[in-house]
């Protein structure tokens, strides 16, 4: 087993050197042949280790490849740690990663640079298993920065584009800020325990769990304050509230970049983190209410934003913060199982939702704006079929196990409850739980009505993809052509849709087609987990076997009971289901029986669409404040401090002086032979003045 897992986390490298170092010379179809052939053997053996783990016994290992730091007390070797975590991510990343492989064959098939693209996905890919199976806090920096250097290179793949490299840069810089707070938290792990080894840090969790620290005057309590810098960190690679907002524009990367970084696996890593550490962070109360928080309003913050964004990508990167909100304030109420297995069955219908998007746009001819869409399902079934699949999954609408039902629907169903499930549960002895599950109930209404209205905008209603002479939307009513003449102008224009990415000489004025096999093959796996992941697993990750699954991977306190069989009210239960099928019916409403509702709705604007649709104004904030004020205190230090103080009293001073005494000194030589002997004869004189005044003393 140690080498079969030693295989599967370096074949994505070795991928990743062969096409991006020899990529030109060995060609285009190599470099994908042999990226995306380790991919799928990666992702073979993933799950031969889950299927292991699940059913075939496996227990707990940790298995050194090599020394990596050792400095005094500081030791840190690279190893593969597998459990019941590491064995749920290892087929989640490596699952999504092998099918967007496959699928960039027919997305990317017109981009000249297919090889440099492959190894960059290979080694986004390698860098999450080293981060998924970390048995240290220094292996997983590692990996957390490399997947932050690989989406950076996916992110800004298109640098000719300005927005692309603008994107990149955002993303690199928004999550260094939450990267240091995850160095500040490893760093007071170390000075606490002295080891950065998970297998020596958790044992020792209790007995200090009530040390504290004393910094500024005050006291803290040293889990809390770990945990929540540490989560800091999670905060930034998730895409949590204050620091979301680089999320939106990363979708400036091509679409599988979109489907296999902020859908499945690298916005994950912080759910993911919180999980692994639940040892440190079951006797850390303080933070785990920040994580509720936090979580919740994340959640409800991406909800209302994705209802009034345009671009098909943008309200699915909206969805994902949102999701990543619900497993957050899952991890927050100690219901570790019911996050993870969230992760689980998001990374399905998500990445399904994103390829999806991705086979409409391709259809489309790169066009984004679904503005430009409607009536597309004829034109493209099997994407509309698998959509409506994702959609289905997301909004999170079924049978709910009261009145003596059994449970029934697809996969996000499942995690959803348990989730609500849960916080409801934790809310007899924590508050915030109760706050988390009133916020959980309203955006599963908020998911229901974007996301359906991302279906019906898209595929039912009449097309609006006709191309006139002007560029604008054609539309087929007199009503929808002045409100779609309104929200032009209201809305930001839509020829921002040119920025998806290259057209590759395709025209817009092109009729919808449907994508070819080798994008549709990765959407139907895909439908497969959307649909029975979540009702397969449930016994799983969150049922009566889970004690038998996780075996010690999650950890929860003595007092922490909320994943345990409670009976709840049937009102509970049922908010979320009635929840999101209000949500359907809206949506339904305005964009499928009162077809232009919607867009009469935003020209109309006001003040709520007008706040959400410009994303809560942090974009605007974080400019006024962040932005500007470091430039303000760049231009103090660079004219102030370093031109003014530091050039102008060193070098530049000196060699002022330096030029103004030899300016005034070359006056005095004329070239006249008399001045110079002028000169000399003052010389003279005060020579012979001063010897005669010594003599006379």
Same mark, same amino acid.
């Given at each position: ?539 799983? !990750?969150?049922?009566?076997? #889970? /004690?038998? =699954?996780? &075996? +010690? *991977?999650?950890?929860? @306190? ?59 104004? !942090?974009?605007?904030?974080? #400019? /006024?404040? =962040?932005? &500007? +004020? *470091?430039?303000?205190? @760049? ?63």
């Amino acid at each position: 087993m140690e080498t079969l897992v030693t295989v599967l986390l370096f074949a994505p490298i070795v991928g990743a050197i062969i096409a991006g170092l020899f990529g030109r010379k060995i060609g285009d179809v190599p470099s994908m042949a042999v990226t995306t052939g380790l991919l799928l053997l990666s992702c073979a053996l993933s799950w031969t280790v889950f299927v292991q783990w699940t059913w075939g016994g496996l227990e707990p290992f940790t298995h050194t490849l090599l020394r990596f730091i050792h400095v005094g007390d500081f030791q840190s070797n690279w190893a593969i740690r597998i459990d019941g975590l590491s064995a749920v991510m290892l087929i989640v990343v490596t699952t999504v990663s092998a099918l967007v492989h496959v699928y960039s064959w027919g997305y990317m098939a017109d981009d000249p640079h297919k090889p440099r693209f492959f190894a960059y996905l290979s080694l986004f890919t390698f860098a999450m298993l080293a981060l998924v199976t970390a048995a240290d806090f220094m292996q997983l920096f590692l990996g957390w920065e490399g997947v932050g250097l690989a989406s950076y290179l996916l992110i800004g793949f298109w640098f000719q584009k300005d927005t692309a490299n603008a994107a990149a840069i955002k993303a690199f810089v928004v999550n260094r800020v939450g990267d240091f707070g995850f160095a500040l938290g490893i760093m007071t792990v170390f000075w606490a325990f002295g080891t950065i080894e998970f297998a020596e840090i958790f044992p020792q969790v209790a007995a200090n769990a009530d040390r504290t620290w004393e910094f500024a005057g005050q006291n803290w309590r040293l889990m809390d304050l770990a945990c929540a810098l540490l989560f800091v960190g999670a905060m930034g690679k998730s895409a949590q509230f204050f620091l979301h907002t680089w999320l939106p524009d990363a979708m400036e990367g091509p679409t599988p970049v979109s489907a296999l970084i902020h859908a499945a696996t690298m916005v994950t890593a912080g759910v993911y983190m919180v999980c692994l550490l639940s040892p440190m962070f079951e006797y850390a109360p303080v933070a785990k209410n920040i994580v509720t928080v936090v979580g919740a309003v994340t959640a409800l913050f991406a909800a209302t934003v994705g209802m009034t964004q345009n671009d098909i990508k943008r309200v699915i990167a909206y969805s994902t913060c949102s999701q990543l909100g619900y497993m957050f304030f899952a991890a927050g109420v100690g219901a570790y199982q019911a996050a993870m297995f969230h992760l689980f069955t998001h990374a399905f219908f998500k990445a399904l939702l994103f390829l999806g998007a991705g086979s409409v746009i391709h259809g489309m001819h790169h066009e984004q704006d679904m503005r430009r869409y409607g009536a597309l399902a004829k034109a493209l079934p099997i994407t509309y079929a698998v959509m409506t699949i994702g959609t289905i999954a997301i909004t999170g609408i079924g049978i709910p196990p009261v009145f003596g039902l059994e449970p029934l629907g697809f996969a996000g169903f499942y995690s959803k409850e348990s989730i609500l499930h849960a916080a409801f549960a934790a809310g007899h002895d924590n508050g915030l739980a109760y706050f988390a599950f009133v916020i959980g109930v309203l955006v599963a209404g908020l998911t229901s009505f974007y996301s359906w209205r991302v279906a019906f905008f898209t595929f039912n209603g009449h097309a609006r993809w006709g191309h006139d002479d002007h560029g604008h939307v054609e539309a087929h009513h007199a009503d929808d052509h002045a409100s779609a003449a309104q929200i032009e102008t209201h809305d930001e224009p839509l020829a921002h849709a040119a920025h998806a990415h290259d057209d590759h000489g395709h025209g817009h004025d092109h009729k919808p087609h449907e994508s070819p096999w080798i994008m549709l093959v990765p959407l139907l796996v895909l439908s497969v987990g959307a649909i029975f992941a979540g009702g397969f697993f449930e016994g799983w !990750f969150i049922g009566h076997h #889970q /004690a038998e =699954f996780w &075996r +010690g *991977a999650i950890f929860t @306190g003595p007092d922490n009971h909320v994943m345990e069989h409670h009976e709840a009210p049937a009102w509970s239960v049922l908010a979320p289901i009635i929840a999101a099928l209000l949500g359907l019916g809206v949506a339904a409403y305005m964009y499928l029986f009162r077809e232009g509702l919607g867009a009469r709705l935003a020209a109309h604007g006001g003040p709520a669409y007008t706040f959400f649709y410009n994303k809560w104004f !942090f974009d605007e904030l974080y #400019q /006024a404040t =962040f932005v &500007r +004020g *470091a430039k303000l205190l @760049g231009d103090l230090f660079w004219k102030g401090g370093d031109q003014k103080i530091i050039d102008g009293l060193g070098p530049d001073g000196v060699s002022a002086v330096s030029y103004e005494v030899g300016r005034r000194a070359g006056k005095l030589q004329s070239g006249y032979v008399y001045h110079y002997a002028f000169v000399m004869l003052l010389g003279v004189a005060g020579i012979l003045s001063y010897a005669l005044w010594a003599w006379g003393r």
